[in-house]
């Protein structure tokens, strides 16, 4: 892929990964959405970072924001909003939502509601891999808050101990629910626990896509050649609620502009046009295309037959 | 006598108790600043200040046990655990530590501390945020569970909880949040190990517990039009049990249906159920039933509904005993 | 047919899976290079090397995980939690990850797992190092809870464990491991879900699993000298459970008692009490007994037999209900 | 106390240590002992620095190898000895035995047979002593393969935070049962995760008696002024084996023997002799006193009456 088509295909994952969540919102707010949904702009270049920097074959074992890699990594836009929607069409029948979205095609893995417990889960997989002895790597990402739970000093210690195919990703996006990270832990840099495992911690500007990919991709084919596994805190902020109705009484407004005058979906493109690398017409196009995704995925969930309730009695044993 | 909400009453109850001593403190994922994830410590950090209702990191485990200590030494912690669901995180330090301080310190160390926490359904969020756990607890020699249905209730019975001398397991249903009733202007507690007949009757005992107490009061409202007239027994503690009330209910009505949200398998239920047969069987004339959770997790939005019992279920069961 | 001892027949069913598939893999503490803590793995790590048999650190929730994680993707991941007290640090990767992922993958993700577990008194080392807690884990749709009481199912059993799609609690009594008994030469394997008639009988059913069948029978002995014939049914796989066997032979005896080890309340004979009084009330000709662990934490030292089930009990109650 | 009677002070709690310790084998090889014994041989410097550096106000929230600070910070032989014993006598009436040694009098809490669920219960007591504004500090213990628990995480990241006083005391022994520490760990020093937490780790060498007390004070001293916790690992090493009857056949013995010739006891006693702060008459009488104590203590132990079965049912509630 020459970087053209590699920035558009970028571009193009980024502004799915913001506008599935416009569509998700105007959905919520219609109550077609079941359970709760967590907001992930500010998320959105992790996500297609990693998944542009993953192979087909590698796992994510997400946490509760990374809707950007599900859609970037090839999870469809309909299969995504079905899920979330409890639709029988969606990843997991609609019986999961958006907090439990697993997909073996696309190599998703790990239900998220417990934050912390899919730390555990990503080892074993990379466990697994490595036994196996083929070159897949997974990703697993979390929160900064997340990662104060015992799960994460564990899970640390036998990656690095087994030197096992896997990316650690904080996801540090200031906020743990409606406190700052500031009241959960006294250092700036979750990066910083990584030299108590001796492995490499290295810290990516989430609002700056090139280098976020760049990082991400030296963590991966690092662990695929079996050189063990990176901690990348990817910094980031989290431009919306907790979840979509959380009215956000703790938010510094000043601090939040900041961050949306950065925003890496608007300055992407902006680069891709300052460069030369695209043309006005191009990315309309592109958007355009997108939008028609969405409202194909839109019109399938909501056509979509809703999980039935004498379906949520099976599959308790396999 | 003021009608408030559930979810208020526990608020007046941490606030009045935190107001009468000191020692009481607590602790919890948003329980500061912000006022809870569910409001229910509004108001509270900004009367009593960052160190008595603190803002902790998300570490289940670690806060659990920061109680356990800061019991041991004669503190009176209360920690939140945000879903029930995540007590799996708590639960060595509530089973194997605090449960277990005062009998293996040979009765010199005692463990005073509360683990509030927020069971069941009505949020329809699916498998990691809507169980009710209790039956791992009530398993426990050391602890004790409370599991109130009422406003009125769970003020006294937090109260009586933060006073208590032991671990508690106080578990609040968020189905009962905006639930309003009586709650006296005056101080009061609710001793733990009482139940409390919430309605009267001599046809079919109805022993059940925190949300499912308010469909078993309706079952019973639908029933008595029918003609039979149920007895609704709320335990309110789960551990001690009052199997006094229980017993001589079952004497009086010789039928007996425990009704929770809780899996059937192994729940509360069949404690119950199994003191009822034990204690009772000459005098039972149909055998004890359960009406509970149904043995699969617990699915994402209104289909969770078939999964926990059911007002209709409870009113069939009760007929069938009946005639 | 050998004679080996309980511990052999672990370590053989181990071995012969190891051999058979090479998903399957060992992880726990000492596991490895040292054979156990007991002994149970002793030679595998030569066998299969230490990839295979891994020995790892002190991260019982990390390795719960870790197999948790591996099932998922096709491996047959075997853990061992040296201690069942220590279990309470592995129970939020079974109940909440393990045991829920094939119903919330909506059936696309089985997590084939076996987690091994030694559990109960013998060792007289006290609170935490005694402790038998199945009743936790029956209590949670999607785990599979087996409890074995000789060599000759120890080993069949584990190994259709290993073999199995599910999360399967494996428990081993510590006070089975001396044990000996006929195993055959040739490989065999039991499935679960099957309880087995231990010894037959007509007066009364003695339900039963792990080291309590052993008690069970040594009081069925005894209770036949008095002209009481006593059935032993011994259950070996709590979930899922084998209700029809259970209920044949209370439809034959009309009496029942089940005796476990574990914490009498809210122990899982509370469930097997529970069904049969549900299902078989008018065939009582007494109520089903529960003869278990007492409602303490467990004492250091010889104490403890008195708090666990003793064959004198199983007597007393027996003739109580006989006569 | 002038530097003479410290060092004899010292030198008394250490012998004291290594000899109940000598009295406690031959009572189990007698069976005289309900449960298990884990000999703390190696560790003695520890817990008689500790609990030398520590004031008598100040909390211990021990490991299993602690007995040396039991001792050394009042807790009379007589009552630990008829504790392991299963005597009425001991301190928490001969129910809990070796690992579950608990005193209000001299502030030992937290029964410890679950590995890592102490640090969470020290926390506990160090944060209700900042809530109630005096100056108790509490001392945490835990071993080198303990400290991949969960908990240590959640605990010291809490303890940092809030700036608790607490001292953690890693007890590196470089073994964990029956394997080396390597097998837990990819690093050497356990005191190099304190930095992830933005407080201070420091070593100390604990067959070096001076040092190791030195380091304590240090860090309890500035925990008690309000400078938060510090994180301590005394390196050592289990001279005997994991417990009593544990063949050892993992253990190199060149390695025993090279730390054999630099036991501390031997050690400490020759550096009083040689720098004429005390003479071996002087000395003697010191060493038969303790004999003295033990004596009494086994006497004491043996004649007491066992725990009675029926009391085996008590004290389950307050
Ligand atoms: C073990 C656990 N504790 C608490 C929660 C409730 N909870 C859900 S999201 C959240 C905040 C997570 O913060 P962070 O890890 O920083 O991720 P973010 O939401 O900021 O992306 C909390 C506390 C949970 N799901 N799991
Ligand atoms: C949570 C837990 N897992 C396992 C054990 C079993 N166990 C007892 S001592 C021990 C080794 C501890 O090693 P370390 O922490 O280094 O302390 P040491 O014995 O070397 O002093 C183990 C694994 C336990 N008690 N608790
Ligand atoms: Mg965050
Ligand atoms: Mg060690």
Redesign the pocket.
């Known amino acids: 892929m020459d970087m053209k088509e590699f920035k558009l295909n970028y571009y193009e994952k980024l502004y799915l990964a913001r506008h599935f969540e416009d569509e998700l919102m105007k959905l919520f707010a219609d109550n077609k959405v079941v359970g709760w949904i967590h907001s992930n702009k500010g998320h959105e270049v992790i996500g297609v970072s990693l998944a542009l920097a993953m192979k087909s074959h590698d796992y994510i074992v997400p946490h509760h924001?990374d809707r950007p890699a599900y859609l970037a990594k090839g999870l469809s836009a309909k299969s995504l909003l079905a899920e979330i929607m409890g639709k029988t069409t969606g990843c997991c029948g609609g019986i999961g939502g958006e907090l439990h979205i697993m997909d073996v095609e696309t190599r998703i893995y790990g239900p998220t509601g417990v934050l912390g417990s899919n730390l555990p889960i990503a080892l074993g997989i990379a466990y697994a891999n490595k036994l196996a002895g083929n070159d897949h790597v997974v990703v697993c990402n979390f929160?900064?808050?997340?990662s104060n739970r015992g799960s994460f000093h564990e899970v640390l210690n036998m990656a690095a101990l087994w030197s096992l195919p896997i990316v650690f990703v904080c996801?540090?996006?200031?906020?743990?629910?409606f406190t700052p990270?500031q009241k959960h832990m006294n250092i700036e840099d979750v990066a910083r626990r990584a030299s108590g495992y001796d492995i490499e911690g290295i810290i990516a500007d989430a609002f700056n896509p090139m280098e976020t990919y760049e990082t991400f991709k030296y963590a991966i084919e690092k662990a695929r050649r079996g050189d063990g596994p990176t901690l990348v805190e990817a910094k980031t902020y989290?431009l919306d609620g907790h979840y979509e109705g959380d009215p956000m009484k703790y938010r510094d407004e000043e601090e939040k502009k900041y961050w949306l005058e950065r925003d890496p979906i608007i300055g992407f493109k902006a680069s891709l046009l300052n460069e030369s690398i695209a043309n006005e017409s191009e990315l309309e196009s592109l958007e355009a295309s997108v939008h028609q995704v969405l409202k194909e995925a839109v019109e399938f969930a909501l056509k979509s037959e809703p999980l039935k309730v004498s379906d949520t009695f099976k599959n308790v044993y396999a | 006598m003021t009608k408030i909400n559930f979810r208020w009453a526990i608020t007046h109850a941490l606030d009045e108790e935190l107001a009468r001593d000191d020692k009481v403190f607590l602790v919890g994922q948003d329980v500061g600043e912000s006022g809870g994830v569910f409001g229910l410590t509004r108001g509270l950090y900004e009367k009593y200040g960052g160190w008595r209702v603190k803002d902790t990191p998300i570490s289940e485990e670690g806060i659990t046990g920061l109680a356990v200590g800061a019991g041991m030494i004669g503190h009176r912690p209360v920690v939140e655990i945000m879903y029930m669901d995540f007590i799996s995180l708590a639960i060595e330090q509530l089973a194997n530590q605090a449960a277990k301080t005062f009998y293996v310190s040979g009765g010199k160390i005692k463990v005073p501390m509360v683990v509030r926490t927020l069971a069941g359904g009505g949020f329809k969020a699916g498998i990691h945020h809507s169980q009710s756990l209790e039956s791992w607890f009530t398993h426990i020699p050391g602890l004790k569970v409370v599991y109130p249905s009422t406003p009125y209730d769970v003020k006294g019975l937090l109260k009586s909880s933060i006073r208590d001398d032991n671990p508690v397991v106080f578990i609040e249903h968020k189905g009962l949040f905006s639930l309003k009733g009586e709650v006296p202007d005056e101080e009061y507690t609710i001793p733990l190990g009482k139940a409390d007949i919430k309605r009267e009757g001599s046809d079919v005992t109805i022993i059940s517990y925190g949300k499912s107490v308010h469909q078993s009061l309706e079952a019973a409202e639908a029933l008595a039009e029918e003609g039979i007239c149920a007895e609704v027994i709320d335990l309110r503690t789960l551990v001690p049990l009052d199997k006094e009330t229980i017993l001589k209910s079952v004497e009086k009505t010789n039928r007996a249906m425990v009704v929770y949200e809780a899996t059937k398998e192994s729940g509360f239920g069949a404690e119950v159920s199994s003191i009822i047969s034990e204690e009772l069987i000459y005098d039972l004339d149909a055998p004890v039933r359960r009406i509970a959770g149904a043995f699969t997790p617990i699915p994402l939005g209104d289909a969770e509904d078939a999964h926990f019992p059911t007002v209709e279920e409870i009113i069939k069961v009760a007929k069938e005993m009946c005639y």
Do not use: L, P, S
Not at chain 1, 143 to 146: I, K, Q, R, T, V
Not at chain 1, 171 to 177: A, I, M, P
């Open positions: 924001r929160g900064e808050g997340g996801e540090n996006n200031k906020f743990v629910e990270m989290r």
